[in-house]
């Protein structure tokens, strides 16, 4: 099985920006996040009752990658979806699926949200909920004694401390 490597965080915390980068530098697989193909095929957010098939596809995306590549990059895990479920319906049961999945993954890396806060059209609430959101996963993650690795700065430096946790210097 593959090395699978988590990026985590809020919305706007520049972590689709980083996979795809660490992957181009490591020559893995990549994994984008299939929520933000959802939302542009519908043209909005999910309902509740449709969350649960959104972290099972990001799950499975996952899986097929691990198959066919050594490490993968993970633009967001089913955990993502689990807390925004838990946030935005007051519904946990996405969650310990979630915190097992999250479990095999070999390393996280938590976007803090320090970036400026960009619109993105229906999927960006703003920086308020951003910063309540980043509580919310750092508080998930603690509970369960998931390490992670925290990525903050500008572009370059969320590289070289991403790459430099993966295990290679920054290019």
């Given at each position: 099985?593959?090395?699978?490597?988590?990026?985590?965080g809020?919305?706007c915390?520049?972590?689709s920006?980083?996979?795809?980068?660490?992957?181009?530098?490591?020559?893995?697989?990549?994994v984008?996040?299939?929520?933000r193909?959802?939302c542009d095929?519908?043209?909005r957010t999910?309902?509740?009752?449709?969350?649960?098939?959104?972290?099972?596809?990001?799950?499975?995306?996952?899986?097929a990658?691990?198959?066919?590549?050594?490490l993968v990059?993970?633009?967001?895990t089913p955990?993502?979806?689990?807390l925004c479920?838990?946030h935005?319906?007051?519904?946990?049961s996405?969650?310990v699926?979630?915190l097992?999945f999250?479990?095999r993954?070999?390393?996280t890396l938590?976007?803090?949200?320090?970036?400026?806060w960009?619109?993105d059209?229906i999927?960006r609430d703003?920086p308020e909920?951003?910063?309540?959101?980043d509580g919310?996963?750092?508080?998930?993650?603690?509970?369960?004694?998931?390490?992670w690795?925290?990525i903050?700065?500008?572009?370059a430096s969320?590289?070289?401390q991403a790459?430099?946790?993966v295990?290679?210097?920054?290019r």
């Open positions: 099985m593959a090395r699978m490597i988590a990026l985590l809020a919305e915390t520049g972590k920006t980083l996979a795809e980068a660490l992957a181009r530098q490591f020559n893995a697989g990549l984008s996040e299939y929520l193909e959802w095929a519908h043209g999910p309902l509740q009752h449709e969350q649960a098939h959104i972290a099972a596809e990001q799950a499975a995306r996952i899986e990658a691990a198959r066919a590549h050594e990059f993970c633009d967001t955990l993502i979806t689990a479920s838990q935005y319906f007051g519904d946990d996405l969650l699926p979630a097992a999250q479990r993954c070999a390393l938590l976007c803090a949200p320090d970036l400026p960009l619109a059209g999927q703003g909920v951003r910063s309540r959101f919310r996963l750092r508080a998930a993650l603690s509970a369960q004694s998931l390490p690795v925290d903050c700065g500008d572009e969320r590289l070289a790459a430099q946790a295990g290679a210097p920054a």
